[in-house]
T-cell receptor, first 113, second 115 residues
Framework: NAGVTQTPKFQVLKTGQSMTLQCAQD?????MSWYRQDPGMGLRLIHY???????DQGEVPNGYNVSRSTTEDFPLRLLSAAPSQTSVYFC????????????FGPGTRLTVL | QQQVKQSPQSLIVQKGGISIINCAYE??????FPWYQQFPGKGPALLIA?????SEKKEGRFTISFNKSAKQFSLHIMDSQPGDSATYFC??????????????FGKGTKLSVKP
């Protein structure tokens, strides 16, 4: 099993550009989530999904969209990037909902200029 | 906003010493308290977790102590080693309860173990 994979590993955007961060898991997990990690702020939940076709907002959803068309994939879309979205983004998955143990991907480091 | 407060922000311990990280929570409905360990450039990984039906859980050199009445829990790392140097996050959630099943993370503690 590859576990949770994320692409790209690094990305630089200009203000106003859009992009999609990819996340995939091969563990047949129901629950998937996106977090952002900023220095001194811990991990904050952006969006989550409890199964294919079902998504909901977390603590900091503004400026981000998600969809869950398959069990395996959970992409995160930045609609119009802003410098405040400079962060490290982690995707995570869990066998069940509620999540219990979450398995995290390696992260995407995003810089918005 | 439900919060989990974690302290200290950073911690330096000598090899062989005991590392202690503390967390406090507000929501009395929380019933699942994990600790995650994160090495630089990597995603967090579950280290150990506790549920409130026990006051302590030990796995090797890592122990969680849980005080339900004080709404506090802590991570103790015995015989700390340089390889334990990482950032540690406490978290809390409801094990059954819809969106309250989402983990709420503390802000993290950067542990450095000096040889």
């Amino acid at each position: 099993n590859a576990g949770v994979t994320q692409t790209p590993k690094f990305q630089v955007l200009k203000t106003g550009q859009s992009m999609t961060l990819q996340c995939a898991q091969d563990m047949n997990h129901e629950y998937m989530s996106w977090y952002r990690q900023d220095p001194g702020m811990g991990l904050r939940l952006i969006h989550y999904s409890v199964g294919a076709g079902i998504t909901d907002q977390g603590e900091v959803p503004n400026g981000y969209n998600v969809s869950r068309s398959t069990t395996e994939d959970f992409p995160l879309r930045l609609l119009s990037a802003a410098p405040s979205q400079t962060s490290v983004y982690f995707c995570a998955s869990s066998y069940r909902n509620p999540p219990g143990e979450q398995f995290f991907g390696p992260g995407t480091r995003l810089t918005v200029l | 906003q439900q919060q989990v407060k974690q302290s200290p922000q950073s911690l330096i311990v000598q090899k062989g010493g005991i590392s202690i990280i503390n967390c406090a929570y507000e929501n009395t409905a929380f019933d699942y308290f994990p600790w995650y360990q994160q090495f630089p450039g990597k995603g967090p990984a579950l280290l150990i977790a506790i549920r409130p039906d026990v006051s302590e859980k030990k796995e090797g050199r890592f122990t969680i102590s849980f005080n339900k009445s004080a709404k506090q829990f802590s991570l103790h790392i015995m015989d700390s080693q340089p390889g334990d140097s990482a950032t540690y996050f406490c978290a809390a959630s409801r094990e059954y309860g819809g969106s309250q099943g989402n983990l709420i993370f503390g802000k993290g503690t950067k542990l450095s173990v000096k040889p």
